[in-house]
């Protein structure tokens, strides 16, 4: 099974910025959504931003303008930059898999909905 690895989370203060990488172990960016959440302790969990199997990308109302979702499919590799960071984006970053599609995996087709890695700590101060 595929699995995906966060990095790029630290704390930095508000007004900076910081690159947050997903990196798959697999080939799933051609038939899976992806996606980046948050949660914090005190919240829900939160879709920060999403990239479609087909392309379309979309963010909350919350980051729109600030962070820029991308994908380097040759090194399967999603970054989310994040600009302009507040305080209140202080959370656990990780990124997921979904949609209705599959990957190929160990000789079998996998759902792509479930995987998520285990998740970044992104801090911000004042």
């Known amino acids: 099974q595929v699995e995906l690895v966060e990095s790029g989370g630290g704390s930095v203060q508000a007004g900076e910025s910081l690159k947050l990488s997903c990196v798959t172990s697999g080939y799933i960016f051609g038939t899976c959504d992806m996606y980046w959440y948050r949660q914090t302790p005190e919240k829900e969990r939160e879709l920060v931003s999403s990239i479609s199997s087909d392309g379309p990308i979309t963010y909350s109302d919350s980051v729109k303008g600030r962070f820029i979702a991308s994908q380097d499919k040759a090194k399967n590799t999603m970054y989310l930059q994040m600009n302009s960071l507040e305080i209140e984006d202080t959370a656990v970053y990780f990124c997921?898999?979904?949609?209705?599609?599959?990957?190929?995996?160990?000789?079998?087709?996998?759902?792509?909905?479930?995987?998520r890695g285990q998740g970044t700590q992104v801090t911000i101060s004042s």
């Open positions: 997921a898999a979904g949609g209705d599609g599959a990957y190929y995996s160990g000789h079998l087709y996998r759902p792509c909905a479930g995987l």
